[in-house]
């Protein structure tokens, strides 16, 4: 049993970490894999604090790259989107034994979602550039439209990716399978 954890670990540590590569190369603003790691740690680790820990360590590592050789990496905002992401996290655990393709694009559409109303309210609060009104709230979440459009657009291609890859090599290799698949495929049931 300790060698099954292991294996699956390190095998959804290895997604993790190409996922973490995969924010780092150019890509267009906000097409990236983080609510999708968050989602697929939240729906497949085992262990809660695991799942949590991996997606925004992974973040604050690749913060801090972008931080060290862009100048960018850490900006006032960073909270918020953390929260989204732990919030992410936490949707992924609905997910957990329910992983059929509608239901992950369902979570996907609501990540981004969530990612987008956390973030941008965050940007209002601490900008100068929108009146604290209804108005300068709408402004912020109108001028933001474009990105939403990229942020969907990742979440959806790195879920199919993570989700997708997943379920492929557990099907191939019954280890990686959640400790009740393993154990109902071979009772049979």
């Given at each position: 049993m300790q060698r099954t954890l292991k294996v699956r670990l390190a095998v959804m540590g290895g997604m993790i970490f190409a996922a973490v590569f995969a924010r780092l190369i150019p890509h267009p603003p906000n097409?990236?894999?983080?609510?999708?790691?968050?989602?697929?740690?939240?729906?497949?680790f085992d262990?809660?604090?695991?799942?949590?820990?991996?997606?925004l360590a992974a973040m604050l590592l690749?913060?801090?790259?972008?931080?060290?050789?862009?100048?960018?990496?850490?900006?006032?905002?960073?909270?918020?989107?953390?929260?989204?992401?732990?919030a992410i996290v936490a949707l992924g655990f609905v997910l957990r034994g329910r992983t059929r393709p509608t239901v992950v694009v369902g979570a996907?559409?609501?990540a981004s979602t969530l990612f987008f109303?956390?973030?941008?309210?965050?940007?209002?609060?601490?900008s100068p550039l929108y009146p604290k009104t209804a108005t300068g709230l709408g402004a912020c979440f109108v001028a933001a439209l474009p990105l939403f459009g990229n942020t969907v657009a990742g979440d959806l291609f790195y879920t199919g990716?993570?989700?997708?890859?997943?379920?492929?090599?557990?099907?191939?290799?019954?280890?990686?399978?959640?400790?009740?698949?393993?154990?109902?495929?071979?009772?049979?049931s």
């Open positions: 097409f990236a894999p983080i609510s999708a790691m968050a989602l697929f740690a939240g729906a497949h262990r809660r604090l695991f799942a949590f820990a991996v997606p690749s913060d801090a790259v972008f931080e060290l050789l862009f100048g960018w990496g850490f900006h006032a905002n960073l909270p918020a989107v953390y929260a989204s992401f732990a996907s559409l609501t109303a956390v973030t941008n309210v965050s940007v209002f609060l601490t990716v993570l989700f997708g890859s997943f379920a492929l090599a557990a099907r191939r290799f019954p280890l990686l399978r959640p400790a009740a698949l393993r154990i109902a495929s071979h009772t049979g």
